[in-house]
């Protein structure tokens, strides 16, 4: 059931954990093959899940996370991923630089520096104004 203002009520989060189970699965699939970039296309696809609860945003970061990592080719990543990606992807690079584990901070920072060249200031500003679609 979705509420009037478009998110899945919290009952089912249990079916969003599900999917992103499934998705995580495909993505160490795709991993093991080294396919990063698609690897994180697969991670990105229906993010945020639409839902305020923090156990499907915390799994689905986890699985976003486990994508980002993998990634070497920054370049060759946005040469692939389509524009419509670019917004979601900036939200899951705050969030990365958020949690202070240096690995972490640094590919984000990497991929930040990259994204914005390619997809200019109103991707940071887009991805800070939107307090609806969190991740």
Same mark, same amino acid.
């Given at each position: 059931? @979705? ?6 009520? &919290?009952?089912?989060?249990? &079916? ?22 698609? #690897?994180?296309?697969? @991670? ?8 305020? *609860?923090?156990? $499907?945003?915390? @799994? ?8 980002? !990592? @993998?990634?070497? *080719? ?7 991923? *389509? #524009?419509?990606? %670019?917004?979601?992807? !900036?939200? %899951? ?7 202070? *584990? ?16 390619? #997809?200019?200031?109103? $991707?940071?500003?887009? $991805? ?8």
């Amino acid at each position: 059931m @979705a509420s009037t203002e478009g998110f899945v009520e &919290a009952d089912n989060a249990e &079916a969003i954990i599900t999917r992103i189970e499934h998705k995580s699965r495909k993505i160490e699939s795709l991993l093991k093959q080294s396919k990063p970039v698609e #690897a994180l296309k697969t @991670a990105l696809e229906g993010s945020p899940p639409k839902t305020r *609860d923090e156990r $499907c945003k915390s @799994a689905n970061w986890i699985v976003v996370h486990r994508a980002l !990592m @993998a990634i070497k *080719d920054v370049e060759g990543l946005l040469s692939s991923l *389509d #524009a419509e990606y %670019y917004d979601i992807l !900036m939200k %899951y690079l705050y969030r990365g630089l958020s949690t202070g *584990d240096r690995p972490t901070c640094d590919q984000c920072l990497r991929i930040h520096e990259k994204l914005t060249e390619r #997809a200019g200031l109103g $991707c940071i500003l887009r $991805c800070l104004a939107d307090t609806v679609n969190t991740v």
